[in-house]
């Protein structure tokens, strides 16, 4: 280690400043790259332009509170800054991260969304069932909480995708949630989260009403159906749209895998069967899974089930997006990351619409091909294979038997038919 500084020549970085830092290569795994950490304001604790940390921070206010992270680095002759432990590895990692995925932000058509730089919670504590191995953000304090990683893959403050997934969830936030969230519309399961992690002070009790629990055995009416059905779709799409980024941010369908193994069967976004991949849930689908759920008599709470089941609803749309993001490579001569960005930016066109749709109407059901729609109108015109699938996606996932068959006009449109009366409509 000869040809390295000691850690005092860190003290006084600022700018932008070369760093070792585990990346991203597609499928084929991290390895340490340089990379240039911009705005850096303070390299001994990583803070700068776009990111804030804290270490095992508390919340006031509804704001991280806590001492800063302290890193520790080594200089090579080149004028690299090496992290010298493995705290030091996550947080440049997290704010090179960061500042990426704020650029891509500008990119995507989502600037000014977020604002910089965003807080962010290392070290977290977490005494209960949320555990180790975990990460979230949290909307309230516009904050990620990271807590500490125990199994033997990558840690999830290295994971790329992971971030990107988290990330993304700040979009879906403030773009559809924030002014209309309730109890119905939290990111993951900021309660229970949150009631076990040592940063909260506050009361939780304090953010709003609770209301009295579903208990299982009571009957099911439907005013409570269309409550859990709002909450399973809103919930789903939250975290399907959120896998789909990271798999646009890393290329890697099974980059949740890599933290996290046992979650590579129900949440990777590359799968064979072809009913995984053209199906959405409809209406009577999630109806009859939140009755089927309601009936069980399992002792957990009713309302655990539907949150993971909006894990499940939440896959089947994200696998739908990447075959469509595959397709739409291949038709439209597009390198795959291009493609990702392009279907990306109609994700980020839709979210007002989920927003005006799904988040703030509490009295009707919001469907799956109300969301087809709203996709289609965003894509604008489609070429032939775009159009088969789409089709085929709303064929298979159909409440009644229908047909629907693509029609070139001025470019290809859907055509929808009842399947023993046919009665054309155009989808718009």
Same mark, same amino acid.
């Given at each position: ?19 070792? *830092? ?25 803070? @700068? ?16 509170? $806590? ?11 080149? @004028? ?5 432990? /493995? ?15 704020? #650029?891509?932000?500008?990119? !995507?058509? =989502? &600037? ?26 949290? $909307? =309230? ?18 994971? $790329?995708?992971?971030?990107?997934? +988290?990330?993304?969830?700040? #979009?879906?936030?403030?773009? %559809?949630?924030?002014?209309? %969230? ?63 980024? $990271? ?22 976004? /590359? ?25 069980? &008599? /399992? ?6 089930? %539907? ?30 990351? *291009?493609?990702?960005? +392009?279907?990306?930016? #109609? ?40 159009? +088969?699938? !789409? ?19 001025? &470019?290809? %449109?859907?055509?929808? =038919? ?11």
């Amino acid at each position: 280690m000869g040809a390295c500084a000691p850690q005092s020549d860190s003290a006084d970085q600022s700018g932008n400043v070369r760093v070792l *830092a585990p990346q991203s290569n597609s499928k084929a795994g991290y390895s340490l790259q340089t990379v240039e950490l911009l705005g850096i304001e303070d390299l001994q604790t990583v803070t @700068g332009k776009f990111v804030r940390f804290f270490l095992s921070p508390r919340i006031t206010n509804n704001t991280l509170h $806590g001492r800063p992270a302290v890193a520790r680095f080594i200089k090579n002759k080149s @004028g690299d800054f090496i992290p010298a432990n /493995e705290m030091t590895q996550q947080l440049v990692t997290i704010y090179a991260h960061t500042q990426k995925l704020a #650029l891509l932000d500008e990119e !995507l058509g =989502a &600037g000014g969304v977020n604002q910089w730089p965003r807080d962010v919670g290392v070290g977290v504590r977490v005494k209960g069932s949320s555990g180790a191995n975990n990460a979230f953000y949290d $909307g =309230a304090t516009d904050s990620m909480l990271v807590v500490p990683y125990t199994q033997d893959g990558l840690a999830i403050a290295i994971n $790329g995708g992971i971030l990107a997934h +988290e990330h993304f969830h700040s #979009l879906f936030f403030k773009l %559809v949630l924030k002014d209309v %969230v309730d109890e119905d519309t939290g990111v993951h399961s900021r309660e229970s989260f949150m009631d076990d992690a040592a940063i909260v002070q506050e009361d939780l009790s304090g953010r709003g009403r609770r209301e009295k629990p579903v208990l299982i055995g009571d009957e099911l009416d439907e005013a409570t159906l269309l409550k859990f059905h709002r909450l399973a779709m809103m919930r789903g799409l939250n975290e399907g749209l959120a896998d789909f980024w $990271g798999w646009m941010y890393t290329g890697n369908p099974d980059f949740i895998a890599q933290s996290l193994p046992s979650q590579k069967r129900v949440r990777s976004l /590359e799968v064979s069967d072809l009913f995984g991949i053209y199906e959405l849930p409809n209406k009577t689908v999630v109806r009859n899974n939140l009755e089927l759920f309601h009936a069980s &008599g /399992e002792r957990a709470k009713f309302r655990d089930y %539907v949150t993971g089941y909006a894990y499940t609803v939440g896959t089947q749309f994200s696998r739908v997006l990447k075959k469509f993001t595959d397709i739409y490579s291949k038709e439209r001569g597009l390198e795959d990351l *291009a493609a990702r960005k +392009e279907v990306a930016k #109609l994700v980020v066109k839709m979210l007002p619409s989920l927003k005006a749709e799904l988040a703030e109407k509490k009295d009707t059901y919001y469907t799956h091909d109300q969301f087809m729609q709203s996709f289609v109108k965003e894509l604008g015109e489609m070429k032939k294979k775009e159009c +088969e699938f !789409l089709a085929e996606v709303l064929e298979t996932s159909a409440e009644t038997p229908m047909v629907y068959s693509c029609v070139e006009e001025t &470019g290809w %449109v859907i055509k929808s =038919a009842t399947a023993p009366n046919p009665e054309v409509g155009e989808v718009k």
